[in-house]
């Protein structure tokens, strides 16, 4: 995705962008680079992302590869630690790099290895996101509450147990974090969002709504926050095309896509609100965009044997 | 008057109240004492599963094979990786009893395919009044000539519609109009685990084989997809593959799972939808010609309201609205809802899962579904059978589960509610459920589900439901058309009410449901009207047609006034 300044102004807007918005976003090139969503240390955020195979080659042959490639990236790191057993950065250096290379729960051994070095909430935050890569997230809970007996309401934690709560399902108890770590950071736009999510997931759209609505009242401050505040957005649009406020939807599709030219799921957004505001013409540009956007993204995941 | 947002809002606060009406449904197990004697096989058991191959499940098919009135049943069963190509466990065929016992009589019948097998499609594809058996495989598939005499045959070398990779769901359907049923195959993936790391080897995590982070078996984003295949029907049990010719082959393909076919956009073809495991789903889009377009995306039938690509598993289409136009369902993975698409006059489908009452977020991992109408109100209800992929959830704290209970969506006015906790003991059942096959299969009315179970036995949920409407049930006989009647539209009226159903091709998840039309007209006692809009154009017209007795209705034999 290719992002634009987000505009805070879009709340206040009163300019009817339907028709005329979709021309002028069409129009819109890419001018600014891809920013990869920074990642926000320690913040529980992002599933991981998979490689591209080749399609020369069957997925036994490139898993084989991938393995030997991430054998030499660790070996060293290995060697490190071997070398010196009691040393905190390089524990920490291994754990990181077999946290990056998906290998969760030997990350996760290696953070518990480094936690009886260093006992530090740091390294409590660490190992929480290392147990809840490798699907453990009972001893996620437990660590990160340990880190909340050094650290009361530490919003980063109360989020990161919110994001455990919303992997399972237990959206009531997501929003509870959630609503924790906002009232101690009351500026956590990644929070908003997430209490927007679980809101949406229980089906209670009003709240979910102002939740949505309060991330445009906050500043994005890295590319991250960015990308949550135009999603926001997104959502307040998919919300009001699902109410039937077609108009209001318009609006926020139009500011998503100056932002960000190539949202896709904006496109067919936009593509469903022209219809039911009775333009199937621009409806079908909206749309028309939207599918050349997924082409585009099928031929490159297409390498990886799927569209 | 109020404002339209207004009215949405309020439609969904009383969808949150759960202000739903009606007697409650009631399913019991009806499998203990049946004679159905059989234990799916899919490869390891569950905790040494190394690949997707072995946690897809296997299908069934209701049919009347031997003509006596009474549907039997027939189940497809799997093999493993360590037994030779053939040397699977044998499919069954179970005879029908009457008084709901079953016989196993998969010898005399000659139908005990061994290959790996996954779906079967039932149909009478050569006209002569029995129904057919063709069986998906992970590599060949088989189809068996009904004889009319208890005895199948196999033709599949002769009928050159075996060769196929790993097949998944199959339908039947007249795509060409010459009043005989072609074959529409739906292909998965590459299925060899030579070319595919096993699940939880180095190999595989480094490749990103987790699930939340567990190490579990590859999933279909890394393999090889499958092109699907089209048959043309071309009598004398020959066939031709007219994919490329028909429209049909893609340059990506698409990991197909659940098949359906029906007639969306009433122009009086049969088009075809086909819900792609993780990749866009395909909505083909008759032409008329002989040719298919690809129209998932521009009709908004091939993702979700966000234009996300969803884990397309099973599929049917069905009037839930009663607008006289067939919209979609589809089921998907955990974590994500199933999606109902409603269908806008033919022309595009919107998602409309969480305005009636299905986006509930749900653990639940869903397969086979169909929109029938099990309290015969007159609206359709949703069956989906659940069930996770990965057995290896359970050794984990994820919150869900590798066995999971199934889901029965009731209808109210066009809103969705889940009633499965209250629709009998036969609802409390947890498994690894996969396909679903519906059936009056006790002749007492009432739609009664067939649900297969991932290494375990199957689900036989008899609709005991008491207090619930009167229906129309017809059995189609095409003449003209092709004789299963597949693509005829029935519209029936009844208390001013018109109910559209069709005679579809394939639907649900591997599987074949009863061949007849079934009709909920709640409190009506007769139908004032029974129109059949058959395939070849023919169109028939029964009036004042009492209820809760089944109308064998053959094509030509009462014409509509034109």
């Not at chain 2, 397969?367 to 290896?392: E, M, R």
């Amino acid at each position: 995705m290719i992002f634009r300044a987000p505009n805070r102004r879009i709340v206040h807007s009163r300019a009817l962008l339907i028709g005329c918005g979709l021309a002028l976003t069409l129009a819109c090139a890419p001018d600014a680079p891809a920013t990869a969503p920074e990642n926000a240390e320690s913040t529980d955020n992002s599933e991981s992302t998979r490689p591209i195979s080749s399609p020369d080659r069957s997925t036994a042959e490139t898993a084989a590869i991938v393995a030997e490639s991430a054998e030499s990236k660790l070996a060293p790191l290995r060697a490190a630690v071997k070398k010196n057993p009691q040393s905190a950065q390089a524990i920490r250096a291994l754990a990181r790099e077999l946290h990056d290379l998906n290998f969760k729960e030997e990350s996760a051994a290696q953070f518990e290895r480094l936690l009886e070095i260093d006992p530090s909430p740091r390294t409590l935050l660490e190992l929480g996101l290392a147990y809840t890569g490798a699907g453990r997230f009972d001893d996620a809970i437990r660590t990160y509450e340990k880190r909340l007996e050094s650290i009361p309401n530490d919003p980063i934690t109360l989020h990161n147990l919110g994001s455990i709560a919303y992997r399972r399902d237990d959206f009531a108890a997501a929003a509870d974090y959630y609503r924790r770590a906002i009232d101690a950071k009351p500026d956590y736009l990644l929070a908003h969002c997430r209490l927007g999510d679980s809101l949406k997931a229980v089906e209670n759209y009003r709240e979910a709504y102002r939740a949505y609505e309060a991330v445009l009242n906050l500043e994005p401050r890295n590319a991250n926050e960015a990308e949550e505040y135009v999603n926001a957005m997104y959502e307040l649009a998919s919300l009001d095309l699902m109410m039937g406020a077609y108009q209001r939807a318009g609006q926020f599709l139009t500011e998503v896509l100056r932002v960000a030219p190539e949202h896709r799921s904006a496109y067919y957004a936009y593509g469903q609100v022209l219809l039911q505001l009775g333009q199937p013409e621009l409806a079908q540009q909206a749309l028309d965009r939207h599918a050349e956007l997924l082409e585009k993204r099928q031929a490159e995941g297409a390498a990886a044997g799927g569209e | 008057m109020l404002p339209r947002i207004a009215q949405r809002w309020l439609a969904l606060a009383l969808l949150l109240c759960g202000s739903m009406s009606n007697a409650e449904m009631r399913f019991v197990d009806s499998t203990p004492g049946s004679g159905i004697e059989f234990k799916a096989v899919s490869g390891a058991e569950p905790g040494k599963k190394g690949w997707l191959t072995e946690g897809m499940g296997n299908g069934a098919a209701w049919l009347d094979y031997d003509n006596d009135g009474l549907l039997d049943l027939y189940l497809v069963n799997g093999s493993s990786h360590q037994r030779k190509a053939g040397a699977g466990e044998p499919n069954k065929l179970f005879r029908a009893l009457g008084d709901g016992k079953f016989a196993d009589v998969t010898e005399k019948a000659g139908v005990a395919d061994r290959g790996w097998g996954y779906g079967v499609a039932a149909a009478d594809y050569d006209n002569d009044g029995d129904t057919d058996l063709y069986v998906t495989n992970q590599s060949d598939n088989v189809l068996y000539r009904n004889e009319g005499d208890g005895r199948f045959v196999d033709v599949t070398s002769k009928s050159a519609v075996g060769s196929s990779p790993w097949s998944a769901s199959a339908a039947w359907f007249d795509y060409d109009n010459d009043g005989d049923l072609d074959l529409y195959v739906g292909n998965y993936m590459e299925a060899d685990p030579k070319k595919i790391p096993r699940g939880g080897s180095p190999e595989a995590v480094s490749t990103y084989c987790t699930y939340r982070g567990i190490p579990v078996f590859c999933g279909p984003l890394e393999q090889r997809p499958e092109q699907d295949q089209l048959f043309r029907n071309d009598g004398n049990d020959k066939f031709v593959d007219v994919t490329e010719a028909a429209g049909l082959k893609l340059k990506t393909p698409r990991f197909a799972l659940g098949v359906v076919t029906g007639d969306y956009d009433n122009d009086g073809d049969v088009d075809l939808y086909v819900a792609n495991d993780s990749v866009t789903n395909s909505l083909w889009r008759n032409n008329g010609d002989g040719t298919f377009s690809d129209v998932g995306v521009a009709t908004l039938s091939g993702l979700n309201s966000d234009g996300r690509a969803q884990a397309g598993m099973g599929t049917d289409f069905g009037d839930y609205n009663g607008d006289g136009w067939i919209d979609l369902i589809a089921t998907n993975f955990s974590n994500d809802f199933n999606t109902l698409y409603k269908n806008l006059g033919g022309r595009y489908f919107i998602d409309e899962s969480r305005v009636a009452g299905m986006s509930v977020t749900n653990m639940m991992l869903s397969w086979g579904t169909g929109f029938h109408d099990f309290d015969q109100d007159g609206d359709l209800d949703i069956f989906v059978a659940n069930g996770h992929v990965y057995p290896h959830v359970d050794n984990h704290d994820l919150g869900t589960s590798f066995r999971q209970k199934n889901h029965l969506f009731r209808n109210h006015a066009g809103r969705f509610k889940e009633v499965g906790a209250t629709s009998g003991p036969g609802f409390n059942l947890e498994r690894s459920f996969r396909a679903a096959a519906f059936a009056d299969y006790d002749n007492d009315g009432d739609v009664d589900v067939l649900v297969t179970a991932l290494d375990d036995r199957p689900l036989l949920l008899r609709n005991d439901s008491a207090g619930i409407g009167n229906r129309i049930q017809l059995r189609l006989v095409g003449k003209k058309s092709n004789r299963d009647g597949i693509g005829a539209r029935v519209i029936v009226t009844a208390s001013n009410k018109a109910f559209r159903r069709d005679r579809k091709g394939g639907g649900s998840y591997l599987s074949s449901s009863d061949p007849r039309i079934h009709v909920g007209i709640g409190a009506a006692k007769k139908a004032e009207r029974v129109e059949i809009l058959w395939p070849s154009g023919t169109r028939d017209l029964l009036e004042n047609v009492a209820a809760n007795r089944e109308i064998r209705v053959v094509e030509g034999s009462s014409p509509a006034k034109q």
